[in-house]
């Protein structure tokens, strides 16, 4: 039996890295895919990709930072399947900088897509979830958001804001049958880091017990579990997926 057998997942950010992976894992196991990013290309190759494999999946152009684009994305999924059952707020990105020298356009921008692109999908899909009875929202955290990290003011506080939003929104929506957590990476082998240098890659990598870098085939992975109905006890959770790195 495949964990997510009709199902109707909608991935932010699936255009590349760990939103891919997680559209391809999705497919997997059964799922309706709603594969959502900025580039039409980008999401139609993977949606296309899921369809290879059998699945039921469709593309859709959705910038997290555009509420009325984010809406319209949703009402179409809702006339389409009637439903939608899993969220996952993947799409973010990162601008470093130290303190002194983040401009405010860094700050803003990081700020936009990922804590309000991540509040837009939110209540955008929280209303038809609980009127299902069910759903199940997931947030893409990191391991950044637990501890910080040097050079990221902005991607930190929205990193440790996304586990905020994870715990408000369980305690608000879980009465109401749908569940929220949220995924910590550590650091994963994605389009995100490839402008850091090998040698740097090399020596985080030694820096985690498992003495690798994640494939984001892990993080799929770990969504994949979290959206099935085997984790039907779990909201409201931070679950780290780093290698052991917080350790
Ligand atoms: P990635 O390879 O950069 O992929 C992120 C995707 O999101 C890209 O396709 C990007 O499009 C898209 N995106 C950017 N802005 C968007 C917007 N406004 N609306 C919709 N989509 C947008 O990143 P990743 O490494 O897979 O990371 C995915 C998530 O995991 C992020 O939230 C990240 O913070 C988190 N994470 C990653 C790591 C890691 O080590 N990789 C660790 C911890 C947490 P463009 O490329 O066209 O901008």
Redesign the pocket.
Known sequence: MKRLEGKVCLI??????????TALKFAREGAVVIA????QE?VEAVAQACRAGGAQAEGQV?????RAQVDAVVAQVMAAHGRIDVLV??????QDARLQKMTLEQFDRVI???LR?VFHCAQAVAGHMTQQGSGVILN?????GLYGNFGQTN?AAT?FGVIGFTKTWARELSPKGVRVNAV???????????TVPDKVLDDLAQKVPLKR??Q?EE?ANAYAFLASDEASYITGAVIEVDGGLTL
């Open positions: 932010t950010g699936a255009g590349q890295g760990i939103g891919e992976a959502c990013d900025l580039k980008q959705m910038d997290v930072t555009n707020n993947n799409a973010g990105i990162t936009d897509v990922n692109g893409a955290s990191s391991v950044v991607y990193k910590a990476p550590g650091f994963i082998k994605t389009p995100m880091i490839a870098l994640g984001a993080i």
